[in-house]
């Protein structure tokens, strides 16, 4: 069989290529080796992150910095045998989060994040998966004074960049939240971004329509592409040659394994995520998606339960799970929400693929003939998928894009 675009990958990101891509005439075939969505795109907290208008930095901070070096932070740990393969890209990470390069960065990444809603909500309403939104907001809470006083300054800018929110004191975040710890002085409630029960249904869903409009989604081992005679080429679970022009790399953190192999490698690195659900106690309920910025972890109710996720582990890609955070986290959050028993067996880890100046490679890969990428959204690749797709298809069909990629362009890691 021959397409126009092989898109490797059925993540989010993946999906919001090929959605996009078919839109736009090409025939596309989305191709992986598991079901869709069942990767990173599984495990985030399903918030369609609007207000993230500002990627996550490196901490600056120096008790940030003591705390995380001595490995006793709940926002963020670390394997010690990960860090000499990390210390290039830490390092890049760290000089490009200093505030002079940070500010053209941040501005940057805002562009990306204000196409986010238009392009979800143009794809949920297309897939008809309404059925998916949540009805409630996302509150950043505060334990202190101090970082409630930082959390509405940083509210009052990111609003004059078209992000919406109200400003909660202690009464009125009880009056939303009556079942939470009355410890909290006050919270910022973002009402921009838009709340997901069950994220790897949406992706499911997006892939459902990409397959009913004429898509294929074809099952295969992605590591035995090869290109001959000006083709991509890669056989299926069944022995079957599956060929295209193009091809899209969306594969998350395991992007670059394949990249390499034809002589693209940017210093992708992971910040690994850990998941497990809940029930509340009896008679209790959370409204809305809560998280505990000071702490490190989001409280959202899930079509499975109450998700306890994390902040990040530096760990090889391989390693073992280690969920020291969630056992830290864990009595954190009983004192702040009443979590009752856990619902699931095994606890869910994933990838976030990260780039040292924070920003995902879209676009064509340099010296590299029908190589697009579209990987390295860090925290954001559940947001940015329909986003990414969107703009990818744009260039890959010779049209004005939205925003300025240039920023974006994989030429930057070349």
């Not at 939470?180 to 499911?204: C, D, E, Y």
């Amino acid at each position: 069989m021959t397409f126009d675009v092989l898109v490797l990958g059925s993540g989010m990101v993946g999906a919001g290529c090929t959605l996009y891509l078919q839109e736009a005439g090409k025939s596309v075939a989305l191709v992986d080796k598991g079901q869709p969505g069942m990767q990173t795109s599984h495990g985030n907290a399903g918030i369609i992150q609007r207000e993230a208008i500002h990627p996550y930095a490196f901490p600056r901070e120096l008790k940030v910095i003591m705390g995380t070096a001595l490995n006793r932070r709940t926002d963020i740990q670390y394997h010690l045998n990960a860090l000499a393969g990390l210390v290039r890209p830490l390092s890049q990470y760290y000089r490009y989060s200093a505030p002079k390069p940070y500010a053209p960065i941040a501005r940057e990444y805002a562009s990306l994040i204000s196409l986010s809603l238009e392009t979800h909500q143009h794809l949920i309403q297309r897939a008809g998966a309404e059925a998916l939104l949540g009805n409630h907001h996302w509150l950043a809470i505060s334990r202190t004074d101090q970082h409630l006083r930082q959390s509405y300054r940083q509210a009052d800018l990111f609003a004059e960049l078209g992000v919406s929110h109200q400003k909660l004191d202690a009464q009125q975040l009880k009056q939303l939240e009556p079942d939470l710890s009355t410890a909290f002085p006050g919270a910022v409630m973002w009402t921009s971004p838009q709340t997901i029960r069950h994220p790897s249904k949406l992706v499911q869903a997006y892939v459902d329509l990409f397959c009913a409009a004429g898509g294929q989604f074809i099952t295969a081992d992605v590591s035995n592409l090869t290109r001959t005679a000006g083709l991509w080429q890669i056989r299926d679970a069944q022995g079957q040659l599956i060929q295209a022009k193009e091809v899209v790399v969306a594969l998350g953190p395991w992007s670059t394994e394949l990249t390499a192999r034809f002589g693209y490698r940017p210093p992708l690195f992971s910040k690994r995520g850990y998941h497990r659900h809940y029930r509340p106690l009896l008679g209790k309920t959370l409204n809305n998606w809560v998280m505990d910025a000071e702490k490190g972890y989001l409280l959202a109710p899930m079509e499975q339960g109450i998700r306890l996720t994390t902040g990040a582990e530096l760990a090889k890609p391989d390693a073992p799970q280690t969920p020291r955070q969630l056992s830290m986290l864990e009595p954190i959050a009983r004192q702040s929400f009443p979590v009752g028993e856990r619902v699931d067996n095994e606890t869910w880890s994933g990838q976030r693929p990260c780039l040292p100046d924070m920003k995902p490679v879209i676009g064509k890969v340099p010296s590299t003939d029908g190589m697009w990428c579209a990987f390295g959204h860090g925290h954001q690749g559940f947001t940015l998928g329909p986003a990414t797709g969107m703009l990818l298809a744009q260039m890959m069909t010779g049209q004005a894009t939205r925003i300025d990629t240039q920023p974006f362009s994989p030429a930057r890691w070349a």
